[in-house]
């Protein structure tokens, strides 16, 4: 294949129509530029220039390799100008993960206002409650809800993730209301199949003493909105976290239960691959979603 510079220089020299004037543009001597011309004939084992003392002149092979080049050249200069915009303003197609129940709920609703502040942006949301390989699955950003983050990619801190146990006014009016992490293992338990301890529930006492407690019931899923159904239909107590909810809880939906006791608490991310050089709609996205979603959590204040 021939170097990329000697056909630069060939293309030069046909648009100049001599090798000292292509020598001037790209600030070369002359027998550079020669010895470029030479050595893109010699490799494509044909002559591409007819010369002599007076003028240049393209050979057959010379006019059709030279009518290739250009507009190949063409194209690797527009594309350099698409990627220069790119770097300068958000733009282009923007690929989101998200946990299913926070995408729905906490990020969806604040797509339209985004899309207008950045018209150039389109957004291609993947909901999903797995953990995905954001860099072998091609997303841009990926919300994580985790105690710790990948180390391999950047983390950006929205806020804690709290969980709190739960159960609708019904649930409780038939089967009582649990006083102690202990009384949970009387009652019937909705569980998140993703959450880690789903089993055994860990609590804090409120004189700081670590406790246990081996939780069981009808009911287990692997999506916490599916799960909120079954809560609000009065069929059990979950453990879920506080952006699921707490709209319920501030509605009287639901009724929190052992708020001395502390329970699981994760972190929400923000995570996108290491780059050099990140992407302004990455990092609209990151900003616009971190104005929105602070350490005040807007889903607790009422709850």
Partial sequence: MAS??????????????????????????????????????????????????????????????????????????????????????????????????FGILHIAPLLPDFLEQYPEVSVDMNLDDRKVDVVEEGFDVSIRITDLPDSSLVARRLGPCRHTIVAAPSYLKTHGTPQTPDDLRDH????????????????????????????????????????????????????TPTFVVGGDIAAGRLIPLLRNFQTLELSIYLVYPQRRHLSPKIRAFVDFVSARITAELYWEAAS
């Avoid at 003392?53 to 057959?60: A, D, N």
């Avoid at 301890?197 to 999506?223: C, E, Y």
């Fill in 4 to 101: 990329l510079d000697d056909i630069v220089v060939f293309v030069q020299v046909v648009r100049d129509g001599s090798f000292t004037n292509a020598a001037e543009r790209l600030e070369l001597s002359r027998s550079v530029v020669s010895k470029y011309v030479t050595r893109l004939e010699e490799r494509l084992g044909a002559r591409l220039l007819n010369r002599t003392t007076r003028r240049l002149s393209l050979t057959e092979a010379g006019q059709v390799f030279y009518e290739r080049s250009r507009r190949g050249l063409e194209d690797i200069e527009e594309a350099e100008a698409e990627v220069s915009r790119l770097q300068e303003e958000p733009r282009g197609v923007l690929r989101i993960n998200s946990p299913m129940s």
């Fill in 188 to 239: 019937n338990i909705i569980a998140y199949q993703y959450q880690e301890s789903a089993t055994h529930w860990h609590f804090l006492t409120p004189d700081r003493k670590q406790v246990t407690v081996p939780v069981g019931g009808s009911i287990q899923m692997n999506n916490s909105l599916a799960l909120r159904e079954a809560l609000l239909g009065g069929v059990g107590i979950m453990r």
